[in-house]
């Protein structure tokens, strides 16, 4: 963490207010340095005032996204978010993480972008990211996982945010199969799992989340009115970016180490105890193939287990669900 970050901490630590003195202490820096920290992270949109009494006290945050405060509300040993980046715009976060991938990042690296300009959903679609509303983000892994195995890493995303959008909003959000988050039928969150791996061994996983956060109803493209929502929509108040990531990428980290532990049946119960799919008679359309059948459950690595009509199971691993009851 950067000594930025950690003045930062330190200061969400002590709301009360905390001394220069302490400060120089904590982050083994000079009176200087923790003055020209303060005055960057003023510019930055942080108000922090200083009095002889308190000392440094901060009194609000941007609402724009900062590095430096993401990075601040890191646990220890963290692995997801272990370096965090911030652009103001790019064509999709996914095609900076791929960069990054491909230039040997270590896994963990997250990137936000505050809008994209060729987001994309999944089966080709694109991904409205309008500025500053949502939360638009990719994060690299390098798991020791079999290429069919990563399949577990989209649901365990799923339990990440739903875990999270509960706890900063108290509304849990509906899994629909694959990693659709739904509030009251309406999408408010997707993933995009896209995976570089030879026959045995995975290269790299890029997570793309997109978390519709502080839109109104306006904000949305009139073909998405109907069918997706925001956080603040659902709950009538804005809701703090930076205090979901923090939720989101500190879950994340913690669904991540139950895969790598090999703990996916605990990860596919709670799964399943969100997923409004299971248990449903359903139609999966892939392209050109469709299967419909009852959804009974998510196999060993996460794949769907439709019980056709003719009693017959089919595993499926990706397509667009409709149900039928
Ligand atoms: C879906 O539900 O279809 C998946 C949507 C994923 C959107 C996110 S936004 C951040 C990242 N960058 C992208 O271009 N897509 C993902």
Same mark, same amino acid.
């Given at each position: 963490?950067?000594?930025?970050?950690?003045?930062?901490?330190?200061?969400?630590?002590?709301?009360?207010? +905390?001394?220069?003195?302490?400060?120089?202490?904590?982050?083994? $820096?000079?009176? !200087? @340095?923790?003055?020209? %920290?303060? =005055?960057? #992270?003023?510019?930055?949109?942080?108000?922090?005032?200083?009095?002889?009494?308190?000392?440094?006290?901060?009194?609000?945050?941007?609402?724009?996204?900062?590095?430096?405060?993401?990075?601040?509300?890191?646990?220890?040993?963290?692995?997801?978010?272990?370096?965090?980046? +911030?652009?103001?715009?790019?064509?999709?976060?996914?095609?900076? $993480?791929?960069? !990054? @991938?491909?230039?040997? %990042?270590? =896994?963990? #690296?997250?990137?936000?972008?505050?809008?994209?300009?060729?987001?994309?959903?999944?089966?080709?679609?694109?991904?409205?990211?309008?500025?500053?509303?949502?939360?638009?983000?990719?994060?690299?892994?390098?798991?020791?996982?079999?290429?069919?195995?990563?399949?577990?890493?989209?649901?365990?995303?799923?339990?990440?945010?739903?875990?999270?959008?509960?706890?900063?909003?108290?509304?849990?959000?509906?899994?629909?199969?694959?990693?659709?988050?739904?509030?009251?039928?309406?999408?408010?969150?997707?993933?995009?799992?896209?995976?570089?791996?030879?026959?045995?061994?995975?290269?790299?996983?890029?997570?793309?989340?997109?978390?519709?956060?502080?839109?109104?109803?306006?904000?949305?493209?009139?073909?998405?009115?109907?069918?997706?929502?925001?956080?603040?929509?659902?709950?009538?108040?804005?809701?703090?970016?930076?205090?979901?990531?923090?939720?989101?990428?500190?879950?994340?980290?913690?669904?991540?180490?139950?895969?790598?532990?090999?703990?996916?049946?605990?990860?596919?119960?709670?799964?399943?105890?969100?997923?409004?799919?299971?248990?449903?008679?359903?139609?999966?359309?892939?392209?050109?193939?469709?299967?419909?059948?009852?959804?009974?459950?998510?196999?060993?690595?996460?794949?769907?287990?439709?019980?056709?009509?003719?009693?017959?199971?089919?595993?499926?691993?990706?397509?667009?669900?409709?149900?039928?009851?």
């Amino acid at each position: 963490m950067t000594s930025a970050a950690q003045l930062l901490a330190a200061l969400r630590a002590h709301p009360e207010g +905390v001394a220069g003195t302490d400060l120089c202490r904590q982050l083994g $820096v000079t009176r !200087a @340095a923790v003055w020209s %920290h303060i =005055e960057t #992270l003023r510019e930055g949109g942080f108000e922090i005032i200083a009095s002889p009494h308190r000392g440094y006290q901060l009194v609000s945050a941007p609402s724009a996204l900062l590095a430096v405060d993401l990075q601040s509300r890191q646990e220890k040993g963290q692995v997801v978010g272990n370096a965090i980046h +911030v652009l103001a715009q790019t064509t999709s976060t996914n095609d900076e $993480v791929s960069q !990054a @991938a491909l230039e040997n %990042h270590p =896994e963990g #690296l997250v990137i936000f972008a505050e809008s994209q300009s060729a987001g994309r959903g999944r089966m080709g679609r694109r991904w409205s990211s309008p500025t500053g509303r949502g939360l638009w983000f990719s994060i690299l892994l390098r798991p020791s996982l079999a290429p069919s195995e990563c399949t577990q890493l989209t649901a365990a995303s799923a339990n990440a945010l739903v875990r999270a959008i509960q706890s900063i909003t108290g509304i849990t959000p509906e899994i629909k199969w694959p990693n659709d988050l739904l509030i009251n039928g309406k999408k408010v969150a997707g993933i995009l799992t896209e995976m570089s791996a030879e026959l045995e061994h995975v290269r790299s996983v890029i997570l793309g989340i997109g978390i519709d956060v502080n839109q109104t109803a306006s904000e949305f493209p009139t073909d998405l009115r109907d069918i997706a929502t925001s956080l603040k929509l659902a709950t009538g108040k804005p809701i703090s970016r930076a205090d979901l990531a923090e939720m989101v990428l500190r879950e994340l980290d913690r669904e991540y180490a139950r895969i790598l532990a090999g703990d996916f049946t605990a990860v596919a119960e709670e799964w399943a105890s969100h997923c409004s799919t299971l248990g449903k008679l359903a139609t999966i359309n892939m392209g050109t193939r469709h299967v419909r059948g009852r959804a009974e459950a998510l196999d060993e690595n996460g794949a769907l287990l439709i019980r056709t009509e003719h009693g017959r199971i089919e595993r499926i691993i990706g397509g667009e669900v409709t149900l039928t009851e």
